[in-house]
Every structure is written in structure tokens, then in C-alpha cells.
């Protein structure tokens, strides 16, 4: 009568079972940390005068945010956290190799199914789409985790969202987690895990699954997490597990579970949304927010930055140009994605179209570089925030949608949906 999560953190903590509310000591899989984050807890880690981490091979470090680097205090920030990998051993992954943390670990094959997955990054919830346990800390934590392999913390209750039915064609994973959001809101799920099922849940790619679990903490949760099916098997396969990592394990909730809540929906009548300004939850759908000018549209990140969100967006660019009136940056998730959407012609339709196409970064999302917003200014995003002077200035505005969404406002220039623009063209899954 367990939870996924409950079952994964009750083997982590030597237990045969653990209860909501309950705390326990829970041994770690996996710790991530970056080049933002990364610095502080290297320091954290030294005041703690322990000479070694846990374990080299569990101790990841990914240099994304302002990488390359965008000025003198990145580069001093990319190069502690460089030397600190150097000396320890860890595994690293230096620009022109890496790409955006949340879509490069899952490609290397670092976590997997039943693993505890701890990151200094709020998005380290994405891996729970491979049914693991995974949520971001502070680094002071990520620290003691990398000099102890444990934590200390409380079992989260369990939320199940249940999607009845297919989805309508253009309505993705992002649109279901925005939906979910603005109907619970931002603390909806707080400290919870959000669990997901259904039958537009089976039907959905890897893809979709990173992007739902990537926004569980939008909706205040401790994570988000997927039961492995023959999707996950699939991608484990084509992704296979690095040596030295955590062995899999895959578990399933107990049929007979109590829940602390079932939220149930008709996945059919959802359509493509927007997150208006200046929350995750201000959500409505993309028929019904009239005519809104934009000046920057983003397509990429650790939510939407994979393989299949390019290939929904050169569908629809193919052929056509990006509106006078703004600019469109496009940044694929990882040097892997950089590469496939090379080789399959994407970044030529992207060119061909007029849009800018980055090296991997987490850049614009958090208002770093590679798309700072001026004040007045609108952008409509595949990132995952929108709140006030996330991506610039506090008097700029940003619109959260899917891959679909952004590339067909980018062709308008006002904020509109896929179907508006692309009833010519052959039907695509997304």
C-alpha cells in the first residue's frame, strides 16, 4: 500500500516501509550541481573538512547557465566549479561537450528508474520522468550529500493526476502541466509528489514526460514522477546507463494505495495554453488571450529544449519567416540535440526562418544572457517561470506556452495557436 516515492525512499532509508510526514535518513544516487549553484556548495563542502566526496562516479557537475561565459564573474564562477571537478574526480562535462543539466543527464544515461536524484536546482525534479525519485536542494545540502551520500528528510505525500482519453493534436506535455498548475495552483501540490497517469500519459514520448515532471516544483511540489512503462524501457535502451552509476530499479504504486488526493481530467478538451504574466498559474488558453503583441520568442531550455519540441517548431517555421516585429531564439538542450537537429535540417529551417540559434544555455530563462528582456517588452517562452523581471527588466512581461505555440507566434507576431497557422500542413505528433 506504497507509493512509487515511498517505496524508492523507503529502500534508500533501509526501511520496508515509510509513511507521509515521516522523516528519514535517505541515501543518494546522484548529486548535481552546476555553475551557478555549484561554487557555494564547493565552498559549503570545505568548511565541512572533509577531504573526498562519497563517491566520484555520483557526483555530477554541468557548467549551463552562463556558459559560455558571458562576463568576468561567470568565468571566475565556471572556474571554481572546473578545478573542484578537476580534483575530485567527479564527473564533469565541459562546454562544447555538455549541454542544459536536466537534458544531459538522462542522455548520458546518469539516472534512471528508482534512484535518488538530489540537484542544487529547482528542476531537478525532471527525472522523475524516468520513474526516480528526484528533487532539487539548497547547496548547503547538495554539500553535506556530496561528503556523506545521505540526506536527512521529510516523506512528501502523494497526489495522483489522472489524464482520461487522447490529447487534441497540438496539445503537448507543457500544456497538460500548465493546465494542472492553473487549476491547483502554485502551491497546489506544495511538498507533495506529483504522480501522473491516464491514457494521454501512456500515449506520450519521453519528451512530454521531462517537461510535466521538469514543472512539478511550479506547482510547489517536492516531485514529480512517472511509472516506468514500455516508453521509459525504450529510452533506456537508446540511452544506456553510464558505468559506476546507482543500479535501476523500477517500482509501481501498490493498486490499493490511498492517495492523498486524485485530481482526474478529460485530456480531449484541453487545448494549447499560455501562462500569462506574472505567474505559472495564470493560465488560459491560447484561443481566449486575445491580441497580444510580442517582441521575443524562446524556444528551448531544460523544460522544452529536447529533439522532438525542434522538430514541432521547424514544422511549423518550415518554409516560413519569423515576423519582422520580433526576434525568435531557438537553443537546443544539449550538444546531442545540437547535432541530431543539425543532421535532420532543423537549424537550417530555424536560419531559413530568421532565427537565432544558441549553443546550449540555460541563459535566457533566469534573465542571464542570450535574450534579456528591456522594459516594455513582451516574450513568449517554452521555459518554465514567468515571473515579474525573470528574464530582464521588472517592467518586461513573459508568456509561458509550449514549443508549438511559441513557433507559431513567432510567425504572427501576436500570441496564437499552431492551428491558426499550420492548417496546411501534414498532422505531426507532439
Same mark, same amino acid.
Given at each position: 500500500?506504497?507509493?512509487?516515492?515511498?517505496?524508492?525512499?523507503?529502500?534508500?532509508?533501509?526501511?520496508?516501509?515509510?509513511?507521509?510526514?515521516?522523516?528519514?535518513?535517505?541515501?543518494?544516487?546522484?548529486?548535481?550541481?552546476?555553475?551557478?549553484?555549484?561554487?557555494?556548495?564547493?565552498?559549503?563542502?570545505?568548511?565541512?573538512?572533509?577531504?573526498?566526496?562519497?563517491?566520484?562516479?555520483?557526483?555530477?557537475?554541468?557548467?549551463?547557465?552562463?556558459?559560455?561565459?558571458?562576463?568576468?564573474?561567470?568565468?571566475?564562477?565556471?572556474?571554481?566549479?572546473?578545478?573542484?571537478?578537476?580534483?575530485?574526480?567527479?564527473?564533469?562535462?565541459?562546454?562544447?561537450?555538455?549541454?542544459?543539466?536536466?537534458?544531459?543527464?538522462?542522455?548520458?544515461?546518469?539516472?534512471?528508474?528508482? /534512484?535518488?536524484?538530489?540537484?542544487?536546482?529547482?528542476?531537478?525534479?525532471?527525472?522523475?520522468?524516468?520513474?526516480?525519485?528526484?528533487?532539487?536542494?539548497?547547496?548547503?545540502?547538495?554539500?553535506?550529500?556530496?561528503?556523506?551520500?545521505?540526506?536527512?528528510?521529510?516523506?512528501?505525500?502523494?497526489?495522483?493526476?489522472?489524464?482520461?482519453?487522447?490529447?487534441? /493534436?497540438?496539445?503537448?506535455?507543457?500544456?497538460?502541466?500548465?493546465?494542472?498548475?492553473?487549476?491547483?495552483?502554485?502551491?497546489?501540490?506544495?511538498?507533495?509528489?506529483?504522480?501522473?497517469?491516464?491514457?494521454?500519459?501512456?500515449?506520450?514520448?519521453?519528451?512530454?514526460?521531462?517537461?510535466?515532471?521538469?514543472?512539478?516544483?511550479?506547482?510547489?511540489?517536492?516531485?514529480?514522477?512517472?511509472?516506468?512503462?514500455?516508453?521509459?524501457?525504450?529510452?533506456?535502451?537508446?540511452?544506456?546507463?553510464?558505468?559506476?552509476?546507482?543500479?535501476?530499479?523500477?517500482?509501481?504504486?501498490?493498486?490499493?494505495?490511498?492517495?492523498?488526493?486524485?485530481?482526474?481530467?478529460?485530456?480531449?478538451?484541453?487545448?494549447?495554453?499560455?501562462?500569462?504574466?506574472?505567474?505559472?498559474?495564470?493560465?488560459?488558453?491560447?484561443?481566449?488571450?486575445?491580441?497580444?503583441?510580442?517582441?521575443?520568442?524562446?524556444?528551448?531550455?531544460?523544460?522544452?529544449?529536447?529533439?522532438?519540441?525542434?522538430?514541432?517548431?521547424?514544422?511549423?517555421?518550415?518554409?516560413?519567416?519569423?515576423?519582422?516585429?520580433?526576434?525568435?531564439?531557438?537553443?537546443?538542450?544539449?550538444?546531442?540535440?545540437?547535432?541530431?537537429?543539425?543532421? /535532420?535540417?532543423?537549424?537550417?529551417?530555424?536560419?531559413?526562418?530568421?532565427?537565432?540559434?544558441?549553443?546550449?544555455?540555460?541563459?535566457?530563462?533566469?534573465?542571464?544572457?542570450?535574450?534579456?528582456?528591456?522594459?516594455?517588452?513582451?516574450?513568449?517562452?517554452?521555459?518554465?517561470?514567468?515571473?515579474?523581471?525573470?528574464?530582464?527588466?521588472?517592467?518586461?512581461?513573459?508568456?509561458?506556452?509550449?514549443?508549438?505555440?511559441?513557433?507559431?507566434?513567432?510567425?504572427?507576431?501576436?500570441?496564437?495557436?499552431?492551428?491558426?497557422?499550420?492548417?496546411?500542413?501534414?498532422?505531426?505528433?507532439?
Amino acid at each position: 500500500m506504497s507509493t512509487i516515492v515511498e517505496k524508492i525512499l523507503a529502500a534508500h532509508s533501509g526501511r520496508d516501509i515509510v509513511s507521509p510526514g515521516e522523516f528519514a535518513n535517505v541515501s543518494v544516487d546522484m548529486v548535481l550541481s552546476n555553475d551557478i549553484t555549484g561554487p557555494l556548495a564547493i565552498r559549503e563542502f570545505r568548511k565541512l573538512g572533509v577531504a573526498r566526496v562519497f563517491d566520484p562516479a555520483r557526483v555530477v557537475m554541468v557548467p549551463d547557465h552562463f556558459i559560455p561565459n558571458k562576463d568576468i564573474a561567470s568565468a571566475i564562477q565556471a572556474k571554481e566549479l572546473r578545478e573542484f571537478a578537476r580534483e575530485q574526480g567527479v564527473v564533469y562535462y565541459e562546454a562544447g561537450r555538455a549541454g542544459i543539466e536536466h537534458v544531459l543527464l538522462p542522455e548520458e544515461g546518469l539516472v534512471g528508474p528508482g /534512484q535518488v536524484v538530489i540537484g542544487a536546482d529547482s528542476h531537478t525534479c525532471t527525472y522523475g520522468a524516468l520513474g526516480a525519485f528526484a528533487t532539487g536542494m539548497g547547496s548547503t545540502d547538495i554539500a553535506a550529500a556530496m561528503a556523506t551520500g545521505d540526506i536527512w528528510m521529510k516523506v512528501p505525500p502523494t497526489i495522483k493526476f489522472v489524464f482520461h482519453g487522447p490529447l487534441q /493534436q497540438w496539445t503537448s506535455g507543457k500544456d497538460l502541466i500548465l493546465h494542472i498548475i492553473g487549476d491547483i495552483g502554485i502551491d497546489g501540490a506544495l511538498y507533495a509528489a506529483m504522480e501522473f497517469h491516464g491514457q494521454a500519459i501512456q500515449d506520450m514520448g519521453m519528451d512530454g514526460r521531462f517537461t510535466m515532471a521538469n514543472m512539478a516544483i511550479e506547482a510547489g511540489a517536492k516531485a514529480g514522477v512517472f511509472e516506468v512503462d514500455a516508453t521509459t524501457e525504450e529510452y533506456l535502451v537508446t540511452h544506456p546507463q553510464r558505468a559506476g552509476t546507482a543500479p535501476y530499479q523500477r517500482y509501481f504504486t501498490d493498486s490499493d494505495t490511498d492517495y492523498s488526493r486524485i485530481i482526474e481530467y478529460e485530456a480531449s478538451t484541453i487545448e494549447p495554453v499560455v501562462a500569462l504574466p506574472h505567474l505559472p498559474s495564470n493560465v488560459t488558453p491560447v484561443s481566449k488571450v486575445g491580441d497580444v503583441t510580442i517582441d521575443q520568442v524562446v524556444i528551448g531550455s531544460c523544460t522544452n529544449g529536447r529533439l522532438s519540441d525542434l522538430r514541432i517548431a521547424a514544422h511549423i517555421l518550415r518554409g516560413r519567416s519569423i515576423h519582422p516585429s520580433l526576434r525568435c531564439i531557438v537553443i537546443p538542450g544539449s550538444q546531442r540535440v545540437y547535432r541530431e537537429a543539425v543532421d /535532420q535540417g532543423l537549424v537550417q529551417i530555424f536560419l531559413d526562418a530568421g532565427a537565432v540559434v544558441s549553443t546550449p544555455t540555460c541563459g535566457p530563462c533566469l534573465g542571464g544572457y542570450m535574450g534579456i528582456l528591456a522594459p516594455g517588452e513582451r516574450c513568449l517562452s517554452t521555459t518554465n517561470r514567468n515571473f515579474v523581471g525573470r528574464m530582464g527588466s521588472p517592467q518586461s512581461e513573459v508568456f509561458l506556452a509550449s514549443p508549438a505555440v511559441a513557433a507559431a507566434t513567432a510567425i504572427a507576431g501576436t500570441i496564437v495557436g499552431p492551428a491558426e497557422i499550420d492548417r496546411d500542413r501534414q498532422e505531426v505528433s507532439v
